[in-house]
Protein backbone atom coordinates (compact mmCIF):
# COMPACT_ATOMS: atom_id res chain seq x y z
CA UNK A 1 0.00 0.00 0.00
CA UNK A 2 2.65 2.51 0.78
CA UNK A 3 5.94 2.53 -0.64
CA UNK A 4 9.00 5.16 -0.95
CA UNK A 5 9.37 6.61 -4.90
CA UNK A 6 12.71 8.26 -3.93
CA UNK A 7 15.36 7.81 -1.26
CA UNK A 8 14.94 10.58 1.53
CA UNK A 9 11.22 11.52 1.02
CA UNK A 10 8.36 11.67 3.02
CA UNK A 11 5.96 8.34 3.04
CA UNK A 12 2.79 8.61 1.14
CA UNK A 13 -0.07 6.48 2.10
CA UNK A 14 -3.35 6.09 -0.13
CA UNK A 15 -6.60 5.26 1.52
CA UNK A 16 -8.34 5.35 -1.95
CA UNK A 17 -8.30 1.78 -2.18
CA UNK A 18 -9.44 0.67 1.29
CA UNK A 19 -13.27 -1.09 1.02
CA UNK A 20 -15.68 0.42 3.07
CA UNK A 21 -15.98 -0.20 5.99
CA UNK A 22 -19.57 0.82 7.13
CA UNK A 23 -22.74 0.90 5.12
CA UNK A 24 -24.28 4.20 5.63
CA UNK A 25 -28.23 4.24 5.89
CA UNK A 26 -30.68 6.12 4.07
CA UNK A 27 -30.86 8.85 6.78
CA UNK A 28 -33.62 11.15 5.00
CA UNK A 29 -35.82 8.18 4.99
CA UNK A 30 -37.07 8.48 8.10
CA UNK A 31 -37.63 12.23 7.81
CA UNK A 32 -39.62 11.27 5.36
CA UNK A 33 -41.18 8.46 7.25
CA UNK A 34 -42.00 10.52 10.02
CA UNK A 35 -43.57 13.28 7.36
CA UNK A 36 -45.82 10.64 6.25
CA UNK A 37 -47.26 9.37 9.75
CA UNK A 38 -47.65 12.85 10.62
CA UNK A 39 -49.76 13.10 7.61
CA UNK A 40 -51.06 9.84 7.09
CA UNK A 41 -52.24 11.49 3.34
CA UNK A 42 -53.09 7.97 2.05
CA UNK A 43 -55.26 6.57 5.43
CA UNK A 44 -58.61 6.56 5.03
CA UNK A 45 -60.06 9.10 7.71
CA UNK A 46 -61.84 5.94 9.67
CA UNK A 47 -58.48 4.64 10.04
CA UNK A 48 -56.27 7.10 11.40
CA UNK A 49 -54.65 6.74 14.10
CA UNK A 50 -54.17 9.42 16.95
CA UNK A 51 -50.63 10.86 16.18
CA UNK A 52 -49.62 13.54 13.99
CA UNK A 53 -52.33 15.99 12.67
CA UNK A 54 -55.00 13.44 13.64
CA UNK A 55 -53.68 13.43 17.13
CA UNK A 56 -53.60 17.37 17.35
CA UNK A 57 -57.11 17.85 15.97
CA UNK A 58 -58.45 14.74 18.66
CA UNK A 59 -56.53 16.60 21.39
CA UNK A 60 -57.87 20.51 20.60
CA UNK A 61 -61.60 19.17 19.97
CA UNK A 62 -64.79 19.04 21.31
CA UNK A 63 -64.14 23.26 21.78
CA UNK A 64 -67.51 24.86 23.84
CA UNK A 65 -68.08 28.12 23.71
CA UNK A 66 -68.31 30.39 27.46
CA UNK A 67 -72.11 29.80 28.00
CA UNK A 68 -72.58 26.21 27.00
CA UNK A 69 -74.47 26.69 24.17
CA UNK A 70 -72.70 25.76 20.89
CA UNK A 71 -69.68 22.97 20.67
CA UNK A 72 -67.62 22.43 17.88
CA UNK A 73 -66.60 18.84 16.91
CA UNK A 74 -63.92 17.20 15.15
CA UNK A 75 -65.27 14.77 12.19
CA UNK A 76 -61.93 14.56 9.63
CA UNK A 77 -59.52 16.30 7.55
CA UNK A 78 -58.41 16.10 3.57
CA UNK A 79 -55.43 16.59 2.02
CA UNK A 80 -56.28 17.57 -1.85
CA UNK A 81 -53.84 17.38 -4.57
CA UNK A 82 -51.41 20.22 -4.66
CA UNK A 83 -52.41 22.62 -7.05
CA UNK A 84 -49.10 23.11 -8.81
CA UNK A 85 -46.42 20.43 -9.06
CA UNK A 86 -42.77 20.86 -7.34
CA UNK A 87 -41.31 22.20 -11.19
CA UNK A 88 -43.81 24.81 -11.51
CA UNK A 89 -43.40 25.85 -7.80
CA UNK A 90 -39.59 26.29 -8.44
CA UNK A 91 -40.47 28.18 -10.98
CA UNK A 92 -43.05 30.54 -10.46
CA UNK A 93 -41.90 30.57 -6.88
CA UNK A 94 -44.28 29.29 -5.38
CA UNK A 95 -45.00 27.38 -2.15
CA UNK A 96 -45.42 23.36 -2.57
CA UNK A 97 -48.31 22.62 -0.40
CA UNK A 98 -51.47 20.95 -0.43
CA UNK A 99 -55.05 22.29 1.08
CA UNK A 100 -56.38 21.16 3.63
CA UNK A 101 -59.69 21.05 4.78
CA UNK A 102 -61.11 19.64 7.87
CA UNK A 103 -64.80 18.60 8.64
CA UNK A 104 -66.23 20.12 11.87
CA UNK A 105 -69.95 19.62 13.18
CA UNK A 106 -71.62 22.43 15.19
CA UNK A 107 -74.04 21.60 17.62
CA UNK A 108 -75.83 24.20 19.05
CA UNK A 109 -77.94 24.03 22.30
CA UNK A 110 -80.34 26.13 24.52
CA UNK A 111 -79.55 26.04 28.13
CA UNK A 112 -82.39 26.44 30.64
CA UNK A 113 -81.61 28.94 33.17
CA UNK A 114 -82.83 27.53 35.95
CA UNK A 115 -82.19 24.03 35.62
CA UNK A 116 -79.25 24.16 33.85
CA UNK A 117 -80.29 21.43 31.52
CA UNK A 118 -79.05 21.35 27.59
CA UNK A 119 -81.16 20.77 25.16
CA UNK A 120 -80.51 20.39 21.43
CA UNK A 121 -80.88 22.88 18.88
CA UNK A 122 -79.33 22.52 15.65
CA UNK A 123 -76.54 20.25 14.04
CA UNK A 124 -74.28 21.82 11.03
CA UNK A 125 -71.97 19.46 9.65
CA UNK A 126 -69.66 21.45 7.28
CA UNK A 127 -65.70 20.96 5.60
CA UNK A 128 -63.64 23.99 6.34
CA UNK A 129 -61.08 25.47 4.25
CA UNK A 130 -57.81 25.34 7.00
CA UNK A 131 -55.02 26.40 4.92
CA UNK A 132 -52.31 24.93 2.98
CA UNK A 133 -49.55 22.76 4.54
CA UNK A 134 -46.44 22.63 2.66
CA UNK A 135 -45.98 19.10 0.93
CA UNK A 136 -42.06 17.15 1.22
CA UNK A 137 -40.63 16.61 -1.95
CA UNK A 138 -38.96 13.01 -2.55
CA UNK A 139 -35.80 14.33 -1.59
CA UNK A 140 -37.00 15.01 1.63
CA UNK A 141 -37.27 18.77 1.26
CA UNK A 142 -39.74 21.59 0.80
CA UNK A 143 -40.27 24.03 -1.84
CA UNK A 144 -41.10 27.48 -0.02
CA UNK A 145 -41.77 30.33 -2.13
CA UNK A 146 -39.89 29.11 -5.19
CA UNK A 147 -36.63 27.47 -2.70
CA UNK A 148 -36.16 24.37 -1.80
CA UNK A 149 -35.17 24.08 2.09
CA UNK A 150 -35.19 21.20 4.60
CA UNK A 151 -35.81 23.14 7.60
CA UNK A 152 -39.36 24.69 7.44
CA UNK A 153 -40.00 27.24 10.35
CA UNK A 154 -43.88 28.05 11.32
CA UNK A 155 -45.52 30.20 8.82
CA UNK A 156 -48.68 32.33 10.53
CA UNK A 157 -51.92 32.51 8.85
CA UNK A 158 -54.74 34.92 9.78
CA UNK A 159 -57.61 32.65 11.99
CA UNK A 160 -61.20 32.21 11.79
CA UNK A 161 -63.61 30.31 10.89
CA UNK A 162 -67.39 31.28 9.43
CA UNK A 163 -70.43 28.70 9.15
CA UNK A 164 -72.90 29.69 7.00
Known amino acids: ?17 LPVGIDIPNLIEIQMRSFRDF ?9 RTEVGIQGAFGRVFPI ?3 NDTAELRFKQYD ?8 EECRARGLTFAAPITVTVELITYE ?4 TGTKTFLNLIEQPVYFGEIPIMTDAGTFIIN ?6 V ?12
Do not use: I
Not at 111 to 114: A, F, I, R, S, Y
Not at 153 to 164: D, I, T, V, Y
Open 64 to 66: FDY
Open 39 to 47: LQAKVDPEE
Open 146 to 151: GTERVV
Open 79 to 86: LERPKYDE
Open 111 to 114: VDGE
Open 1 to 17: MAKLTQPNTRLRKSFGQ
Open 153 to 164: SQLHRSPGAFFE
